[in-house]
């Protein structure tokens, strides 16, 4: 007895239900993970960009405790205070430039872009 | 005594002489008191990094450091080591001062700006000694250069 | 003559070993001031009689100059004694190494003035004595260690000579020159701001080797005992006592424990001056010979 469907809509439900996980998955694979390095109180790059969705990961490789903020009109993200070899992780989900901070030392300063 | 147990008998009274402690944190809070209390210890503190960051010697140490959370953390350290009613939360101190590479001409110009800040908010000279004396032991783990 | 050759031949290898370790272990860093007065103002003490770091007549465990343990330091001291029939002088120049080794000289001149013409010298009658010292550093840390009951501990020697050699053979000492060995421990503490030193030294001296060494008394070594306090008022100022034992080695004059209290002012770290009373017991036949001490250091 014949299915109550045509062959060519079971090669096509069967096409998509393989396809369209695949695609979800190259999606997710898509977001990118960054590492910053904290190190002699200052990040290891002056700018970065990124793009929407991405993960920076900032490492603290330094022998001092460090920390980061973003202050800005669409972003704002404050951390706890991060020990030496721990790891502070942020992601971008807003297009836009932010600046990544620390409140215990000024002068450290990360451009972000997110595209 | 034969030649060999006087050696160790000298041997053990250096090590238990070594090891028997001396000045610490104080348990009672007579020398926080005698300090002034924790209003005096935030001017001195207050006067000492003013002093630190325009002392040729040290002052490099505090380019690019949060000095209110610096001095927040070093008063809530003296009041507690003088017996006041604080708690110091930070690390210790061979921790904190580890990455900053100091040596004992810095450690001591530390000290000696520390000694004309109590100067001038005129603590006694024998209180200003009572503090030094549970400082002093932390060049050992400050100095590491 | 026997140990002292030897002994001399070893000191000063031991110097030189030891400070050449100290140099090659610290390394080579060109942003390192080797004379940098790091020290805290009157913690590297005065110059004693002798010429050793240490009080006005004994010598502490503190290196001399406010060189840190990573530079170098060096003094020059005169000091004058005047007393009821001598004057005493004494000038010298002294280095501190690291923290760790001190050399020094001084010279002393024992003034007879007219007491030399009732003596029989003539008047103003000079024993002349050169005094090469070396001490260093074992253990401790007088200042830092607060939180420890041991002390810095110094050994030390002290090689004099005596110009007069035929008129201390005349007075019955047997030798113009000998060598001082001693050991010192010297602790702040700072909870009394009590500076504080103790010491033994193996000594041969008449009157600190005034008179010569050795004598027809007794000619051996001695150990004396030697001691310091000083109060701390301010961070320049410091008022105290110290007492010195002596040998007692000559038939012809006896030799006391001499004592005196003083008061030093530290100036600034390139400038100190030191004023005493001293006791200086009996001298050559006069008694209680006590006077007024002054002292000047300039340094760094």
């Given at each position: ?21 695949i695609?979800?998955?190259?999606g ?5 993970s960054?590492?910053v390095s904290?190190r002699?109180?200052?990040?290891s790059?002056?700018a ?5 969705g991405d993960v ?10 460090h ?21 502070i992780d942020?992601t971008?989900?807003k297009?836009?430039t ?6 215990i030392?000024?002068k ?8 | 005594?034969s030649?060999?147990?006087?050696q ?6 250096l ?8 000045p ?15 209003a005096?210890?935030e001017?001195?503190v207050?006067?000492?990094?003013a002093m630190?960051?325009?002392d040729?010697?040290?002052?490099q140490?505090?380019?690019?450091l949060?000095?209110?959370?610096f001095?927040?953390r070093?008063?809530d350290?003296l009041?507690?080591?003088a017996?006041?009613p ?7 101190m061979y ?5 900053l590479?100091?040596d004992?001409?810095?450690f001591?110009?530390?000290?000696e700006?520390?000694?004309d ?7 006694p000279?024998r ?6 004396a549970i400082?002093?032991?932390m ?7 | ?9 070893a000191?000063?290898a031991?110097m ?7 140099a090659s272990?610290?390394?080579f ?7 940098d007065s790091?020290?805290?103002?009157a913690?590297?003490g005065v ?16 290196i ?6 990573q ?6 001291h005169f000091?004058h ?7 005493i002088d004494?000038?010298?120049a002294?280095?501190?190494?690291f923290?760790?080794l001190?050399l020094?000289?001084a ?10 013409g009732?003596?029989?010298?003539g008047?103003?009658f ?11 550093r074992?253990m401790?840390?007088?200042i830092?260690?607060?939180?420890r009951l ?5 050994v ?7 110009d ?10 047997r ?5 001082d ?9 700072l909870?009394q ?9 193996e ?7 005034i ?7 007794d ?6 005992f030697?001691g ?8 320049a100022f410091?008022v105290?006592a110290e007492?010195?034992?002596k ?16 008061a ?7 400038l100190?001056?030191?004023?005493a009373?001293v ?10 010979q ?11």
């Amino acid at each position: 007895m014949m299915p109550a469907y045509s062959f060519r809509v079971r090669l096509w439900s069967g096409a998509t239900s393989v396809v369209i996980p695949i695609l979800l998955a190259a999606g997710a694979l898509a977001a990118t993970s960054y590492h910053v390095s904290q190190r002699d109180r200052a990040f290891s790059l002056k700018a970065i960009t990124v793009a929407l969705g991405d993960v920076i990961h900032f490492d603290n490789n330094d022998d001092f405790i460090h920390q980061i903020y973003i202050e800005s009109p669409d972003f704002n993200f404050d951390s706890k205070e991060s020990y030496p070899g721990n790891s502070i992780d942020v992601t971008f989900a807003k297009r836009g430039t932010y600046f990544v901070r620390c409140h215990i030392h000024p002068k450290m300063s990360l451009e972000v872009t997110v595209e | 005594m034969s030649s060999k147990s006087l050696q160790r008998l000298s041997l053990a009274i250096l090590m238990m002489t070594a090891a028997a402690s001396g000045p610490k944190a104080r348990a009672d809070d007579t020398l926080y008191r005698d300090l002034g209390g924790r209003a005096t210890l935030e001017r001195i503190v207050d006067g000492a990094v003013a002093m630190w960051v325009t002392d040729a010697r040290i002052a490099q140490t505090f380019d690019n450091l949060n000095l209110d959370r610096f001095k927040r953390r070093l008063t809530d350290q003296l009041c507690e080591l003088a017996g006041g009613p604080c708690r110091y939360t930070g690390r210790n101190m061979y921790l904190t001062h580890k990455g900053l590479h100091l040596d004992i001409v810095e450690f001591n110009a530390l000290v000696e700006d520390l000694q004309d800040a109590m100067n001038q908010v005129r603590v006694p000279f024998r209180t200003q000694n009572r503090l030094l004396a549970i400082l002093a032991p932390m060049k050992r783990d400050i100095v590491t250069r | 003559m026997g140990i002292r050759l030897p002994c001399a031949i070893a000191i000063v290898a031991m110097m030189s070993g030891v400070a050449d370790s100290i140099a090659s272990a610290d390394g080579f860093d060109e942003n390192l001031d080797r004379f940098d007065s790091g020290k805290l103002l009157a913690t590297a003490g005065v110059n004693e009689l002798e010429g050793a770091g240490g009080g006005g007549l004994v010598p502490w465990a503190l290196i001399t100059g406010y060189g840190t343990s990573q530079a170098i330091g060096a003094d020059v001291h005169f000091t004058h004694i005047a007393l009821p029939d001598y004057t005493i002088d004494s000038g010298g120049a002294a280095v501190g190494l690291f923290d760790r080794l001190e050399l020094s000289y001084a010279r002393l001149a024992f003034d007879t003035g007219s007491t030399g013409g009732r003596l029989g010298l003539g008047n103003g009658f000079t024993f002349g004595e050169n005094i090469f010292g070396a001490k260093l550093r074992l253990m401790g840390d007088a200042i830092y260690d607060q939180d420890r009951l041991l002390p810095q501990v110094a050994v030390g020697a002290l090689y004099k000579t005596n110009d007069q050699g035929a008129v201390l053979r005349a007075i019955g000492a047997r030798d113009a020159d000998g060598v001082d060995f001693y050991v010192t421990a010297t602790k702040l503490f700072l909870v009394q701001s009590l500076l504080v030193t103790g010491a033994l030294r193996e000594t041969r001296a008449n009157q600190l080797g005034i008179l010569g060494f050795g004598g027809d008394r007794d000619n051996g070594y001695s150990t004396e005992f030697e001691g310091s306090a000083a109060i701390l008022l301010t961070r320049a100022f410091a008022v105290g006592a110290e007492f010195r034992t002596k040998p007692n080695n000559l038939e012809f004059a006896g030799e006391n424990n001499v004592g005196d209290v003083f008061a030093a002012y530290f100036i600034n770290k390139h400038l100190s001056a030191t004023l005493a009373f001293v006791a200086l017991g009996d001298i050559a036949t006069r008694k209680n010979q006590n006077g007024a001490y002054l002292s000047l250091q300039s340094g760094f």
